[in-house]
């Protein structure tokens, strides 16, 4: 099985850097994605690791270690619209799906 | 807007009865899956398609079917509805079915159950 965890909530101020944490365990590994997801809407794809190290897509970075089974998701210079929830997903081996964690609910304060 | 379309948007019905929710795919990709999104449980993955063939199955009850028609588009057909139905319904679809295919989902179904 699959199992991933991540914090419930996180606040951090407008302009700050803030760090979002997502811990897994699973039966063979493919691949890491990290979505966001305002309220109500669809998750929308924000970045994919499969090898260790840290892939840079503007204010977002996404970090990965296969070893230790840790990723997390560094957000830059935020900004009230970044106020979603981030969804931390694995996917296994094989044909496996992605299995997603509960989220982390981002509150961007003035 | 990412390509994937899902009717109806919202959905509201009686315990007992049966829904069928309508998903096109992007343009391109063969893969569909369904989840399920509720409050308190996060998305659970219901079903995945690929090409018209059933591929993975997660904790999909046995009141709920899908299927994956030639043109690809695909429905979720929810029987027997419950209260604890109510939720929002994502299609998602990718351009294959193996690692490293990135998923991109619809704007979802909400359905209430009363």
């Known amino acids: 099985g699959q199992n991933i965890d991540q914090p419930t909530e996180m606040t951090a101020t407008e302009g700050a850097i803030v760090q979002i944490n997502c811990t897994y365990q699973t039966s063979g590994f493919n691949g890491l994605f990290w979505y966001q997801q305002h309220a109500g809407e669809a998750p929308t794809f924000l970045s994919y690791?499969?090898?260790?190290g840290l892939e840079e897509k503007g204010r977002f970075s996404s970090f990965l270690s296969r070893s230790k089974g840790y990723s997390y998701l560094l957000l830059k210079e935020l900004q009230m619209k970044d106020s979603a929830s981030y969804l931390c997903a694995v996917k296994g081996s094989g044909y496996s799906t992605l299995t997603f964690g509960k989220g982390t609910m981002l509150l961007v304060s003035p | 807007d990412s390509g994937v379309t899902q009717t109806p948007k919202h959905l509201i019905t009686a315990t007992g009865q049966r829904v069928t929710l309508r998903c096109s795919p992007r343009s391109g990709d063969l893969s569909v899956y369904w989840y399920q999104q509720s409050l308190d449980q996060g998305l659970q993955f219901l079903i995945q398609?690929?090409?018209?063939?059933?591929?993975a199955k997660g904790n999909i009850l046995e009141r709920f079917s899908a299927q994956q028609f030639p043109d690809l588009h695909s429905e979720l057909n929810l029987s027997s509805l419950e209260l604890g139905d109510s939720a929002l319904y994502f299609c998602?679809?990718?351009?294959?079915?193996?690692?490293?295919?990135?998923?991109?989902f619809g704007e979802g179904s909400w359905l209430t159950v009363v």
């Open positions: 398609y690929y090409n018209g063939e059933e591929r």
């Open positions: 690791n499969v090898l260790d």
């Open positions: 998602a679809s990718s351009v294959g079915a193996g690692s490293g295919n990135t998923i991109y």
